[in-house]
């Protein structure tokens, strides 16, 4: 988790359903149906939106929409910005008057944190800035000395952080990052405000990728990663983790995605990708079972609905868990 | 040079950039407008570029040729973004921008660190940086067309965190700088939103060119945005509607005249009213708002900005005015100030948040939310009248140059509504001022006129004749406890002068009426400038003058039906907390508006209140005065702090003569003597007396002290009942 969740997905990449584009021709190609892709900057990371069948004043008219509410949500959500609510949180211990994203955010992340026994924590954010100011001043890139260590794991328990009307409390000593949901949040967002506009055909790829009806000649996204089968994505949402997206200090011992629980980079899967209809929901899961056991991930999934997981171990094997509900809208390619 | 970063950091050393911007950070604290400097490099040299001062919001600084014209618009991306690196330490880095929107160079701000990357040439990220000269920044400038087919596995994009960062930095700054100096001065801004022409529509028009919008949420939408299940999945969960209620067409159609009017006063001549109303299961208010002061289930969004709605910026309202508007269960009227940003000629948005369903079956759910969009029609914007004509106005509108644009940065000034109106009836302010000095002056100097009975007679008749004619039938300035009410609540909910200064007349009016009661009490405004009182006052005169019998109530139930106004204006005023609207419903026992404003035509049971108050008035003078007058009650209270006691009172008042305590006009003086200030209407009646040795019986036995043997029949007891009895009926 922590600042640099972000880069995860940069081993990820769209396909446009290279060959059954080909075979599917297009009813509405030409200058006034194209497929137009926004590229922009979201919440600490690259941002596209890819427009699939629409106009270019269409797109353009999206597109400054887009921009408008990314703003808007970082004012909120982002930790990049001097003044952004989540920011004033940190700095303050407490924010009064939050709002509703924020506070949806927040909640959004505690009921993930509870669901997952604390797999999923928003409170790491000591142990992030532990890791990286041990980084920023040790030369030979050994890791950070225990007591370090387990000094910031202290202000990590997301148990501390106290929602009550509008305001937001957090425990002595406490950080949260939102980088663990806050990119699906606004994914999310992103992709009802484009839905209730009126398109159907979109996928919003914020780092989570999600999709708004598949494209408009009749083809599913594609998304790829990194050594792996391609996923085939019809609706709802993808978030992959992967240690290797942000590699801490020169020797590569340590990564972003840290276990809440040891206080430790996370090494028991390669990659791990979740699916699920919120881009939120799947962000938060696929940073939460990357610290989890099978048994772990097994148990997360029976209990709660429209969930598939797919994770891969350090020897590139990959095993896949999904709900018995609702567990539609993704499927892997060497499945086909 | 792109590439090569992306080469460097593609795996696993972006950390190292993070902590090379790091390092950076102790060494840039002060940077700000010193540094700007460089930004002149960003221009071609030939033009002899020169930075000015940093100024305005966001700061930036001007980029000036050599002959005058504006280059461009350097900014720091730490002030105008409060930019931060990955590590959560400042970043800065100087750009500008072009009036046409490119960016014209950019440099990192940064000194003589050592870096502590890995790998990476601090050239090769200054080069990163300086690339994004020539960049496009206007709105859109992310978006290609890409090919739809054969697209090939994109290469796996390596840009690193912090590339991401920088851009962003530069290009978040570069808009908001460009927005403000440029962009801002576009046609579309120059629109206004309509605010003074005032017209009735009805509630099928409005929703027709879409001034109202709706949304509907069916029970089977909400249970599938909160992951739960209906039975009934047809029936309406809400049913909502939004409307910008500013424009009178639209506010004053839905809300009718006398709620809309006193919102209107309530906000600032810049600031908006919006009504939410609606009707389903659900409750767009919710009860959290009454603990926390906020409504947590609705938020406006309008671009990148978030109003939240406050409990102190609400107004309950009971039901639609308009004709053919449906019934609802919750209506809100909702003031959002022009300081928070809200533009009013923009679109915005409603979020509307379901609260979460205890009941469902997965823990974890997104939150749920729908949105209505709202865009003010056309028809209710104005072009800016700043504006000399509209002709210039064309001619403006063609490509401005550069150099023009930024002459044109002054915002245009707009004049207060007030202003205008102020202006507009100069004259009856004139002419009231003059009035209030005329009082002012027979206050102080009051002894000087009630010792000449003759001359007090006659100014008090002119004065009422006066206050009647001007201040009530012409001028329409008839204080009520409407005015109390709305100033109550106005110091409730955020005390704004402009609203009160919307009525010059009424402004001045209560402006001299706070200042009498702290000097003499309540009845000044009572027994002088009351339009109603010196109607009810003439009018029994007059049938006093035909010979009609006057009604004495006996003081023991005189004093206790005094109670009443009290009790009606606490009433009132409770009420009022609860819903303004039924506060104005029964602040309607005055029958000012009838009387007054309205000059009796108005609806028949009205017509009969009013004639049936003055007719009881014919008998008992100032009958509604003495026990309904709720404003009178009002004014009481606040008036016991009165400073001066200027009735004069002789020892005997009331122990062997009741002249004065029997003939005053709104029975205040007590059997016993003493004048109760909470009831006394100062129309100095008595005053007059007292000088009067023709009434006076005190005087007239000093007189007669004085002059023993002069007149020795005089002081009969029989002739002290005559006179008694013939200043009763005559006065």
Not at chain 2, 180 to 196: I, K, T, Y
Not at chain 2, 289 to 300: M, Y
Not at chain 2, 653 to 659: K, L, N, T
């Amino acid at each position: 988790m922590g600042a640099s969740h972000i880069t995860r997905r940069r081993a990820l990449t769209i396909l446009a359903g290279t060959t059954a584009g080909l075979a599917g021709g297009f009813a509405e190609s030409g200058a006034k149906a194209a497929d137009h892709e926004w590229s922009g900057y979201a919440m600490g990371t690259d941002a596209r939106i890819i427009f699939s069948g629409t106009g270019i004043e269409a797109a353009r008219a999206a597109a400054e929409l887009t921009t408008a509410e990314i703003e808007r949500l970082e004012k909120a959500l982002s930790l990049f910005r001097a003044e952004s609510e989540i920011t004033r949180l940190n700095r303050d211990g407490i924010l009064p008057a939050a709002t509703g994203d924020m506070l949806r955010a927040v909640q959004l992340g505690l009921d993930i944190a509870s669901a997952t026994n604390g797999l999923f924590d928003p409170t790491v954010q000591a142990l992030w800035e532990c890791y990286v100011d041990w980084f920023s001043v040790s030369r030979n890139g050994d890791i950070p000395p225990q007591p370090l260590v387990a000094k910031a794991l202290n202000a990590v328990d997301w148990r501390r952080i106290r929602l009550s009307g509008n305001s937001i409390a957090l425990g002595d000593n406490q950080r949260i990052t939102l980088n663990g949901l806050g990119q699906g949040y606004v994914t999310d967002r992103i992709a009802n405000l484009l839905r209730g506009r009126g398109f159907n055909h979109v996928l919003v790829d914020l780092g989570e990728q999600r999709a708004l009806g598949i494209r408009h000649d009749g083809i599913p996204w594609l998304v790829a990663r990194h050594g792996l089968p391609a996923i085939e994505l019809r609706h709802g949402a993808l978030a992959t983790s992967e240690g290797a997206g942000c590699i801490l200090g020169a020797k590569g011992a340590v990564h972003h995605l840290f276990d809440p629980r040891t206080g430790h980079s996370s090494h028991r899967w390669q990659t791990l990708t979740v699916h699920h209809r919120s881009a939120a929901v799947a962000d938060a899961l696929s940073t939460a079972l990357y610290s989890a056991s099978p048994d772990e991930i097994a148990n997360v999934v029976t209990k709660l609905d429209g969930l598939i997981v797919w994770a891969s171990d350090r020897s590139g094997r990959e095993s896949r868990w999904q709900s018995t509900i609702g567990a539609t809208g993704a499927k892997s390619m060497d499945a086909a | 040079m792109r590439r090569l970063l992306k080469c460097f950091s593609r795996r696993c050393r972006v950390i190292g950039l993070l902590v090379a911007l790091a390092a950076m950070a102790p060494a840039i604290p002060n940077a700000g407008a010193a540094e700007l400097g460089v930004a002149a490099d960003f221009f071609p040299h030939e033009d002899m570029p020169r930075v000015e001062g940093v100024d305005g919001s966001p700061p930036a600084a001007v980029v000036r040729a050599r002959d005058g014209r504006i280059l461009g618009y350097a900014f720091s991306t730490r002030d105008v973004a409060g930019s931060i690196g990955y590590s959560g330490r400042p970043l800065d880095i100087t750009a500008a921008v072009t009036p046409d929107g490119v960016i014209a160079g950019a440099r990192i701000v940064a000194h003589e660190e050592p870096i502590l990357v890995i790998g990476i040439p601090r050239e090769a990220l200054a080069a990163y940086v300086a690339d994004f000269k020539g960049f496009d920044i206007k709105a859109g400038g992310g978006l290609r067309q890409v090919a739809a087919a054969g697209r090939g596995p994109q290469a796996v994009a390596g840009a690193s965190v912090t590339s991401a960062v920088i851009r962003d930095a530069i290009l978040r700054s570069g808009r908001a700088v460009f927005r403000s100096r440029v962009a801002a001065l576009g046609p579309d801004n120059v629109s206004r939103l309509d605010r003074e022409s005032r017209r009735r529509s009805s509630w099928s028009a409005l929703v027709d060119e879409g001034a109202v919008k709706q949304l509907v949420v069916t029970r089977g939408d909400a249970a599938r945005l909160r992951n739960s299940r209906d039975t009934e999945p047809d029936k309406t969960f809400i049913e909502l509607w939004l409307a910008l209620a500013t424009p009178s067409a639209i506010g004053e159609t839905l809300l009718g005249q006398r709620i809309y009017e006193s919102e209107l006063a309530k906000i600032g001549a810049e600031d908006d009213l919006i009504l939410i109303a609606a009707s389903g299961l659900y409750s767009f208010r919710g009860t959290e708002w009454r603990k926390s002061g906020v409504f947590d289930r609705i938020e406006l969004q309008q671009g990148d900005k978030t109003f939240r709605l406050r409990a102190g910026d609400y107004e309950r309202i009971d039901a639609l005015h308009a004709a053919g508007a449906p019934e609802f269960r919750e209506i809100g009227l909702f003031r959002i100030a022009r300081t928070s940003g809200f533009n009013p000629t923009q679109p915005f948005r409603l979020d509307l948040s379901l609260s979460r369903d205890i009941t469902s079956p997965s823990r974890i759910s997104p939150p749920a939310l729908v949105s209505l969009d709202y865009r003010i029609p056309d028809t209710y914007l104005t072009q800016a009248s700043a504006v000399p004509s509209p002709g210039a106005e064309r001619e403006a509108d063609g490509q401005p140059s550069p150099a023009n644009t930024a002459q044109m940065q002054v915002p245009l000034m707009q004049v207060p509504l007030w202003h205008d109106i102020w202006w507009q009836r100069r004259y009856e302010i004139v002419l009231l001022a003059l009035m209030l000095a005329g009082l002012g002056a027979l206050l102080i100097f009051q002894n000087w006129v009630t010792a000449r009975g003759r001359l007090y007679r006659c100014t008090r008749i002119g004065y009422l004749l006066l206050t009647l004619g001007f201040l009530g039938f012409f001028a329409n300035a008839q204080l009520s406890v409407v005015n109390v009410v709305t100033f109550v609540h106005a110091l409730l909910s955020g005390f704004r002068w402009d609203l009160f200064l919307l009525d010059p007349l009424v402004f001045v009016l209560w402006s001299f009426v706070a200042v009498s009661i702290l000097f003499w009490g309540r009845g000044v405004f009572c027994g002088w400038l009351c339009p109603f009182g010196a109607l009810q006052e003439l009018l029994n005169e007059a049938a006093r003058r035909l010979g009609v019998a006057q009604l004495q109530v006996p003081f023991g139930l005189h004093e206790r039906l005094w109670m009443l106004k009290y009790v009606i204006f606490l009433g009132i005023l409770a009420v009022s907390l609860h819903s303004i609207m039924a506060a104005f419903a029964m602040a309607e026992i005055e029958p000012f508006k009838t009387a007054i404003t309205l000059k009796f035509v108005r609806d028949w049971p009205f017509v009969i209140y009013a004639m049936l108050l003055l007719a009881v008035g014919l008998f008992i003078e100032r009958f509604f005065c003495r026990y309904l007058c709720p404003l009178g009650a009002a004014l009481a209270i606040p008036a016991r702090m009165r400073m001066f006691e200027w009735l004069k009172r002789y020892r005997e008042c009331g122990a062997e003569c009741h002249i004065c305590a029997r003939t005053c006009t709104v029975q205040a003086i007590h059997p016993l003597g003493q004048i109760n200030p909470n009831e006394c209407i100062y129309c100095l009646q008595c005053q007059a007396k007292y000088f009067d040795s023709k009434v006076c019986l005190h005087i007239k036995k000093r007189i007669e002290r004085r002059q023993p043997r002069a007149a020795p029949s005089v002081n009969t007891p029989a002739h002290a009942a005559i006179s008694v009895k013939g200043v009763t009926d005559g006065r």
